[in-house]
């Protein structure tokens, strides 16, 4: 038989095997552990590798392999060079197998802590986890992460696969010492089943036949396992939520909206609702590429057309009438941190659930998990692959259905607003009650009242610098021109806060971020009473300088960068800050062991080393009438 006829072979197993549907499981657990050896194994025993990938696969493994005159079958999954270079899995590899009883298709995650994230990544999809353990080292730290990880991600099943057998003798004892330890931590998190299988993925013992060696185990063999596992999920029963990715309008006669249904089904002349609107709605057609549908189910990517028109637009969610998701700016959430910067309560990310997103911030760090005893433990930051449970506060609300009910509905990721880079994966637990008990009060006096009888637009001047560059010195002096003018100001500086408002923070980056929180929301509220408010801070982070920004309408803050170099800030020194810093009388000291990330694109850019105090306000006021906020 040519190639050609052997691929055409593979292609009719794949496409019509799987009685029971498409099972998805994830190899995971420490590194070196057989999980690439255990894929490799699977797809040769399968039958479904050509007599090229096998060719390649003999010659990788004399140049690359671990296994001696052997097939390293690990190489077939590690593709990029690095990770053949050095025996390890680095990103997800996916791959697909079949049966005459069911397909697959199985993640080989990275074992490196440095790579958790992508193990969650893989854990996110799958239905069933394959925790590997090398026989001769038991249950380790990145084990017991990984158990976590997988439960957190909402994986139900996991097979304790204890490998590498052989190399202990096949010994029954190890066995079940290695199954005792690992049920005694992994039990507490509620898995559905926990089977344990004893087996060499090398030689294929109990992956896809029966081991002579271990003829003790009277379990099934892996493959029995998963073919027979029954996975139906009860998704399709759930009740309907779809996300909106786009409106479809290709011209003045149509109008659908378009996602992909992630729970429940939906008919023609079906109620629904928008969620975060409550606007009401029959569906009309089901609109899909191969034409109009009678029912669409979970899974369906497909186009709604509706009754009459309502307001929807990408990110809402398109809900049953009569069975709401909750909707709530507050809520509570387990999170995997995935950045190398700590995760800090208070400060702005953007949160990207469904197809939305918006700005959000940790409000409070309920406790970390301890990955060694999953005991719960107080903290005000999360580490690089830490876990936390966390409070989550939204700038708007958002739609969501716990993430143990429907995976799609309470899974969000977030995004470093500058970097632009997944810091964090969260699954929403519950909404805050106290949320959706509070509602925003109409006054008949508004903004733009107050500042009409103050005859000014109001704004928030922040000044921004080192400690000795001239903040609080030029701040003063534009709020006594301002004063002199007839204008209606309020000045915040950095120390007299501390005094009162902000007394009980310190000068950590957590306390330095909920310092700036606090102050912009107090700068917010002069700034709707109708007065121009000077700020003088630090600020030493960007996020929390735009997180400012966006609590006030456009062009109400004004970022003014007061720029001294170092070296002019600390022969100034009017408080003596620098040389107790030096002393190490002072930590934490911004510019001197602790970092100040200066404005990209600051709305004025003051250099004081030589320019004077008096001409420096004078050049923010001359900007305040040139932006049109005083006359």
């Not at 109708?530 to 960007?542: A, E, K, Q, Y």
Request: charged content about 25%.
């Amino acid at each position: 038989m040519d190639t050609q006829d052997a691929r055409a072979n593979v292609m009719d197993r794949l496409t019509q095997s799987g009685g029971q549907g498409v099972l998805r499981f994830l190899t995971c657990g420490s590194v070196d552990d057989g999980k690439s050896t255990l894929i490799g194994r699977l797809l040769y025993d399968s039958k479904l590798l050509f007599e090229d990938q096998i060719n390649v696969l003999e010659r990788d493994s004399r140049k690359h392999g671990t296994a001696g005159d052997e097939i390293d079958f690990a190489l077939l999954l590690d593709g990029l060079e690095a990770e053949r270079e050095q025996g390890i899995t680095i990103d997800v590899a996916y791959r697909f197998f079949a049966t005459e009883k069911r397909k697959f298709v199985v993640a080989d995650t990275p074992g490196h802590e440095q790579y958790t994230r992508n193990m969650a990544t893989g854990a996110s999809t799958a239905d069933v986890a394959v925790m590997m353990i090398d026989a001769r080292k038991g249950v380790l730290v990145q084990t017991l992460r990984h158990t976590y990880i997988a439960r957190m991600m909402g994986i139900r099943h996991v097979v304790l696969a204890v490998n590498k057998m052989d190399l202990v003798e096949h010994a029954r004892g190890r066995f079940h010492e290695i199954v005792a330890d690992y049920l005694k931590s992994a039990e507490p998190l509620g898995f559905e089943s926990i089977t344990p299988i004893p087996m060499s993925a090398r030689y294929g013992d109990n992956v896809t036949k029966r081991s002579e060696g271990m003829s003790w185990h009277t379990g099934p063999t892996l493959i029995e396992y998963l073919e027979d596992l029954d996975i139906n999920s009860d998704i399709q029963n759930e009740p309907f939520r779809m996300p909106v990715q786009w409106v479809n309008r290709p011209n003045l006669n149509f109008r659908g909206y378009s996602g992909t249904i992630v729970s429940g089904a939906i008919r023609p002349g079906d109620a629904i609702v928008v969620a975060q609107s409550g606007q009401a709605a029959n569906v009309e057609r089901i609109v899909t590429a191969d034409g109009d549908l009678d029912e669409a189910v979970a899974g369906d990517a497909v186009t709604l057309v509706l009754n009459h028109e309502i307001d929807i637009s990408r990110g809402d969610v398109i809900a049953a009438a009569d069975a709401r998701p909750e909707v709530t700016d507050q809520f509570a959430a387990e999170v995997l941190w995935m950045a190398e910067e700590d995760l800090l309560p208070g400060r702005s990310y953007l949160l990207k659930i469904g197809s939305a997103t918006t700005p959000a911030t940790v409000s409070a760090l309920k406790h970390r998990i301890d990955v060694n005893t999953y005991e719960k433990k107080p903290s005000r930051k999360l580490e690089m692959n830490g876990i936390g449970f966390c409070n989550m506060s939204t700038a708007r609300p958002i739609a969501f259905d716990p993430y143990h009910v429907i995976r799609d509905m309470g899974a969000f990721i977030l995004v470093d607003r500058f970097t632009n880079q997944t810091v964090g994966a969260g699954m929403i637990e519950f909404g805050l009650r106290r949320a959706s008990n509070i509602h925003h009060h109409a006054m008949d006096v508004t903004k733009e009242a107050r500042a009409q009888i103050k005859g000014q637009k109001p704004a928030i001047l922040w000044f921004t610098g080192l400690s000795g560059a001239g903040k609080s010195t030029v701040a003063n002096l534009v709020e006594r021109k301002l004063s002199q003018a007839g204008h209606h100001t309020y000045s915040l500086d950095g120390d007299n806060i501390r005094h009162g408002l902000n007394r009980d923070l310190g000068f950590t980056d957590e306390d330095r971020v909920e310092n700036v929180r606090r102050i912009g929301e107090v700068g917010k509220l002069f700034v709707d009473s109708g007065l121009i408010v000077t700020c003088s801070f630090i600020s030493p982070f960007r996020s929390e300088r735009q997180m400012v920004r966006e609590l006030v309408e456009e062009g109400e803050f004004i970022e003014v960068f007061i720029d001294a170099p170092l070296e002019v800030c600390m022969q100034r020194d009017p408080k003596g800050l620098y040389k107790k810093a030096q002393a190490g009388e002072i930590k934490n000291f911004t510019g001197f062991d602790s970092p100040y990330e200066a404005p990209e694109t600051p709305d004025l850019h003051i250099k004081t080393a030589d320019l004077s105090a008096e001409d420096a306000a004078d050049k923010v006021i001359a900007e305040l009438k040139r932006m049109g906020r005083i006359g």
